[in-house]
């Protein structure tokens, strides 16, 4: 399914301001859209052929439907669960690197309202797929294989206050059922790959270390679908330089021990190199190749470059160029002008390769 250095993006791609207000990313109450509730549909289905135009006219193998027709990557699933009151926020203190490097003032407010977590008050159920039309229409539209994103549970409990559960290991292994029971329905449409948004497995580290296996384990429970695992840095919206975490290759190394198929790593930002990549044991591994907290477009012969080191430990099956995360916030002239990038640095790769 995963063809060797398949080019492909995180998730999101630019998304028009037409649609959504940048600045309420965070905010609960359904206000980032800007079309009114009559168009809304059109408007998001629209945006969505607009990033899967862009990500096929750049010629990336697997496309996305650029996570257009959802607010925000996290906050999204809950439309699928019983258990939660989504009235009812709490604040909390959301204690995490990245996020807490508010970048200006708007990024500071942003940061305000997200930390507002609606509360667990009862057993988490799946009751129904909150990704399926979204991938049903994907799938419909796109000419090239296509990637999915659910969130992981460790990330979603970040963003939930637990009066139900009282330990975030039975809370995040409930959530994992509940992703599960998603992902078997997205199956059923037939994506070439499912990939699991999990930042707080880098951010929570202790946590991942404690039960993150399991939680993997739960998470691909009866799925034949290849899953990756995004453990990432945070948006670079939020940090427009990121230094290299020196624990970041034990969060490699717990995604290695778990059963699922690969890992998308951060790599260009923060600067990583071929080391990182021993820490990866027999899986896919999806390497960032382009800056999302810069505006500048690499040139395909550093893309080129990276790769070529990249390969040095990671063969050409299992190896496969991407984008660090998730490009929602960027202008769209600079995000397709870093997917093109990342197109042509691998096909000099390619064509030396033969
Ligand atoms: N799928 C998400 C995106 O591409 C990943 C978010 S991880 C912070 O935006």
Redesign the pocket.
């Known amino acids: 399914m995963l063809r060797p250095l398949s080019t492909q993006?995180?998730?999101?791609?630019a998304k028009p301001h037409w649609l959504g207000r940048h600045e309420r990313i965070h905010h609960l109450d359904g206000s980032w859209w800007r079309p009114e509730a009559d168009v809304l549909e059109e408007a998001k289905q629209d945006a969505a052929l607009l990033a899967i135009y862009e990500q096929e006219r750049a010629g990336l193998d697997i496309v996305?439907d650029g996570?257009a027709q959802r607010v925000?990557?996290?906050r999204h699933f809950l439309a699928s669960l019983s258990g939660i009151d989504m009235m009812d926020a709490e604040k909390q203190a959301y204690v995490s690197e990245v996020e807490t490097r508010k970048r200006n003032a708007e990024v500071a407010e942003m940061m305000e309202h997200f930390q507002l977590n609606p509360k667990i008050v009862g057993p988490i159920e799946w009751v129904r797929s909150s990704a399926a039309k979204d991938l049903e229409f994907l799938v419909a539209h796109a000419r090239r294989p296509v990637k999915v994103?659910v969130?992981g549970p460790l990330?979603l409990l970040d963003r939930l206050a637990d009066h139900h559960y009282g330990n975030p290991r039975d809370a995040a292994m409930a959530l994992a059922g509940a992703i599960n029971k998603e992902m078997l329905a997205l199956e059923k449409l037939g994506p070439a790959v499912i990939?699991i948004?999990?930042?707080a497995f880098h951010f929570k580290l202790s946590r991942a270390r404690e039960f993150g296996v399991e939680l993997l384990t739960r998470l691909v429970e009866g799925l034949s679908t290849p899953v990756i695992v995004?453990a990432?840095y945070?948006?670079s919206l939020y940090a427009e330089s990121k230094t290299a975490n020196p624990t970041y290759h034990e969060v490699a190394e717990i995604i290695a021990a778990s059963p699922v198929q690969g890992m998308s790593l951060e790599y260009e930002q923060p600067g990583h190199g071929p080391e990182l990549l021993k820490h990866t044991g027999d899986k896919h591994v999806l390497i960032g190749l382009v800056n999302l907290g810069s505006r500048e477009i690499e040139t395909a012969e550093h893309v080129a470059t990276r790769l070529r080191a990249a390969l040095e430990v990671v063969p050409a099956e299992r190896l496969h160029p991407c984008?660090d995360?998730?490009?929602?916030f960027l202008p769209r002239a600079v995000a397709y002008g870093k997917i093109r990038a990342l197109v042509e640095g691998t096909k000099l790769v390619k064509d030396q390769l033969g």
């Not at 993006?9 to 791609?13: Q, T």
């Not at 995360?325 to 929602?328: F, N």
């Open positions: 993006i995180v998730g999101s791609y996305t996570e925000a990557y996290d994103n969130v990330t990939q948004d999990e930042p995004h990432c945070g948006y984008t995360c998730g490009m929602w």
